[in-house]
């Protein structure tokens, strides 16, 4: 049984003040809730990172970065690179954005480059693929995100597949208060893993992490993570209010027991 993630991506919102009084509140709470197998992830704007990662450090919250430059180094001024995320021990990155892809032109090519960087200095990609609307609408969403996968994950080693988390994030679901529906994103989600079973190999698979993101809320995570494919949410909006984050831990938590219930409950 995979276990599932709930990450929050905080995208440019929170000032110090307020993600030090998050972070602590987070890792206070999910450390009396005590499940191992729900993951939080939190990712706040790069200035806070080293603050938030010593007040959840012994909490069982990890903290993400939004973004790594695909560069090693040098004169590129504003960007960041793996080796200072790893020098504060950022265990996470998300990558691939859809509004890094929009705004600042990421491509999967360079996505991939990210990639490697990350693995270079043991960090964990979060790397997100997804459709936009006019791709849906014509009937794309399987071409654009297997060409996604194939762009982002050329030349990378099976080995190192097996470290990624990919979130499914179709673009028209982003912010928009318009979710997909569990059967859609269901659909998407087992596109994926069957891309990594043909690609690279059935565990590596099977053990895959795959987040759905795109308005998610405490209303219907629930159902979203009850699809066989979904091992968690990648949340913007609704991951910046304590009670509405808490809240889908809480559903995720409450769908563990449910699982580990079923599972061991006597056959007749
Ligand atoms: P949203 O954002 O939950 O506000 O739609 C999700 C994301 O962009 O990761």
Redesign the pocket.
């Known amino acids: 049984m995979r276990d599932i993630i709930i ?1 929050g ?1 905080w ?1 440019m919102n929170k000032n110090r003040q307020e993600t030090k009084d998050f972070a602590e509140q987070v890792a206070g709470y999910s450390t009396r809730l005590d499940l191992p197998a729900v993951r939080i992830l939190i990712a706040p704007p790069y200035p806070f990172l080293c603050e938030a990662i010593s007040i959840t450090e012994n909490s069982p919250v990890a903290v993400a970065a939004q973004e790594v430059s695909y560069r090693h180094n040098g004169a590129f001024t504003g960007e960041v690179s793996a080796a200072m995320l790893s020098s504060i021990q950022v265990p996470y990155c ?1 990558i691939g ?3 890094r892809r929009q705004y600042h032109h990421e491509t999967d090519a360079n996505v991939k480059e990210r990639m490697q960087r990350l693995f270079e200095h043991q960090i964990t990609p979060i790397v ?1 693929i997804g459709e936009t609307l006019g791709q849906r609408d014509a009937g794309e969403t399987a071409k654009v995100v297997l060409n996604q996968l194939q762009g982002c994950f050329a030349g990378i080693e099976p080995a190192d597949s097996g470290k990624v988390i990919v ?1 499914y ?1 179709p673009v028209w ?5 318009r ?1 997909a529906t569990p059967q859609q994103a269901q659909e998407v989600h087992h596109l994926i893993r069957q891309w990594f079973a043909n690609n690279y190999k059935a565990d590596i698979a099977t053990g895959l992490h795959i987040l759905y ?5 405490p209303d219907n995570i629930m159902e979203l993570l009850s699809q066989a494919d979904i091992d968690g ?7 910046l209010d304590f009670e509405q984050f808490t809240t889908m831990i809480q559903t995720a938590a409450d769908l563990i027991k449910y699982r580990t219930e079923q599972r061991n409950a006597p056959s007749h």
Not at 173 to 177: M, W
Not at 233 to 239: D, E, N
Request: one cysteine or more.
């Open positions: 990450a991506n995208k998300i954005h859809s509004e997100c979130a994030e679901a982003i912010g928009t208060g979710t993101g795109g308005s998610v809320r949410g990648l949340i913007g909006g609704a991951s």
